[in-house]
């Protein structure tokens, strides 16, 4: 794709935006709720403030915050990239990233009552809150030059028309993806075997829209309430979110690095890596979407990519061995249709290239998030990449996003010959950037982890299970 000539065009498949305050989405609800949302939104920032997750910086006790380090305080400031489209641009340039997925909402904003971060409410107020979180992303995108583009919420899809509609007006206006239903677990919703979702599968392909599932997938709302609540009344004695910065300052680095993993690792967590958006990537093969729609495309952001190669092998010897509906090995479903985003990248991850496919592999750096690559994105790569061939690491840095989303390359080629890193100065090794870089990368985002053992029995479990339901 690009001349060697050409500066690095860095693409973040994985980026987040949310409103300030609640009430900012309320002037994008139809008029004739507006007065029944109103309270619900001011009370859902409120149990939201209370709260917030934790602070999971590797700062040192003594040392003062750095501004240009994180701004994980729980008291948001004034001027935060994830709703104010100045300074995010602004950030985007110093980072060198040329453009952005959005996902809904951030450390710092809940979302108008649709999201896993809401406590329950009925579909047609997930629905109005989901259009409403549409066209407030909308105007956000509207000020980022072309190189901001969002991930659409499924909706409810009771009612699979409105759902494609919704989708329609999504992709008129900058939307390049959308997540894949049952978002929010609901029982009363179709199993994704059935042919309720056909409508919603055609529009994705018709409307050249990326399908795409997220870390969070699945879960039922209110349990994010419910953990983060328990979770800090364990570990934090109850404390606010005033309050739970001095508090966890006070925690040693080996202390709060057990508890952030016990916070992400947590069965009863909704931030722990299981199964359930791993579990699509069969679901949708078994469902034969792939083989209906072989120019779909399905990305899998923020669920790590290290077990992708084993799980695909397992998978493999399971159709080898099984009665299926699959016209194709599960792989080469994998090497046709599907992407992986691991946001914040892993050493592993791109040393397991070759096994994932390094054209199926892409780069989130999950601004704004505490986890995220930024501010220091250039050294994250420099470590991560540390030997990598520059036509591979080209591809998964931002040439392969361009192939995974419907976005305008040329103008994001412009963008990083403006702004981006020359190859000499992003890949020539990671003997200059220094070791506590390295250490603080690992202690807010796994980065030096080592590959994950991919739980066999579980995988052949789920997989016979989904079998069944096809026949």
């Not at 809150?129 to 066209?135: Q, V």
């Not at 159709?319 to 985003?341: G, H, K, Q, V």
Request: aromatic share 10%.
């Amino acid at each position: 794709m690009a001349d060697t000539a050409d500066n690095v065009l860095i693409f973040s498949a994985d980026g987040h935006a949310g409103a300030k305050r609640m009430r900012d989405y309320l002037p994008y609800f139809d008029p004739e709720i507006r007065d029944t949302v109103a309270d619900l939104l001011t009370q859902e920032e409120q149990d939201y403030r209370k709260m917030m997750a934790p602070d999971f910086t590797s700062r040192a006790e003594e040392k003062e915050p750095d501004p240009a380090e994180r701004l994980w305080s729980p008291a948001a400031p004034e001027r935060f990239g994830g709703w104010d489209i100045d300074v995010r641009m602004q950030q985007l340039d110093s980072e060198g990233v040329a453009g952005e997925i959005l996902v809904p909402g951030h450390q710092f904003s809940s979302l108008p009552l649709f999201s896993v971060v809401n406590k329950p409410f009925e579909a047609d107020l997930r629905d109005a809150g989901m259009r409403a979180y549409h066209r407030w992303l909308a105007d956000f995108m509207a000020g980022g030059d072309g190189r901001l583009y969002g991930m659409a919420d499924p909706g409810p899809c009771h009612d699979i028309d409105a759902a494609v509609r919704e989708l329609t007006w999504a992709r008129e206006h900058g939307f390049v993806s959308v997540g894949a239903p049952g978002i929010i677990e609901d029982p009363t919703l179709p199993s994704l075997f059935s042919d309720h979702y056909e409508p919603f599968w055609q529009a994705c392909v018709d409307t050249d829209t990326t399908l795409m599932v997220h870390a969070g997938w699945g879960f039922p709302q209110g349990r994010y309430q419910e953990f983060i609540s328990a979770f800090l009344a364990t570990h934090l004695d109850g404390q606010e979110a005033s309050q739970m910065m001095a508090a966890q300052q006070r925690l040693d680095d080996d202390a709060r690095e057990a508890l952030q993993k016990e916070f992400a690792e947590s069965p009863a967590s909704p931030f722990r890596l299981d199964f359930g958006p791993r579990r699509l990537l069969w679901q949708l093969m078994l469902a034969g979407v792939f083989d209906r729609y072989p120019s779909l495309r399905f990305v899998l952001t923020e669920v790590r990519s290290d077990w992708v190669p084993m799980t695909l092998q397992l998978l493999d010897s399971w159709f080898e061995e099984r009665e299926t509906p699959l016209t194709m090995r599960p792989s080469e479903y994998w090497a046709r249709n599907c992407f992986a985003t691991p946001s914040s990248i892993h050493k592993v991850e791109v040393e397991a290239r070759d096994a994932i496919g390094a054209e199926r592999l892409m780069l989130g750096i999950d601004y704004p998030h505490p986890e995220g690559m930024w501010p220091d994105t250039w050294n994250w790569i420099r470590v991560a990449f540390d030997g990598v061939p520059e036509n591979e690491a080209r591809m998964i840095l931002g040439e392969n996003a361009m192939r995974a989303f419907p976005v305008d390359a040329q103008r994001l080629q412009a963008v990083a010959d403006r702004i981006g890193p020359s190859p000499r100065d992003l890949l020539s090794g990671s003997e200059n950037v220094p070791a506590d870089h390295v250490e603080h990368y690992h202690r807010r985002g796994g980065f030096l982890r080592a590959t994950e053992r991919v739980d066999t029995e579980a995988v052949l479990s789920l997989a016979d299970e989904d079998l069944r339901l096809v026949h």
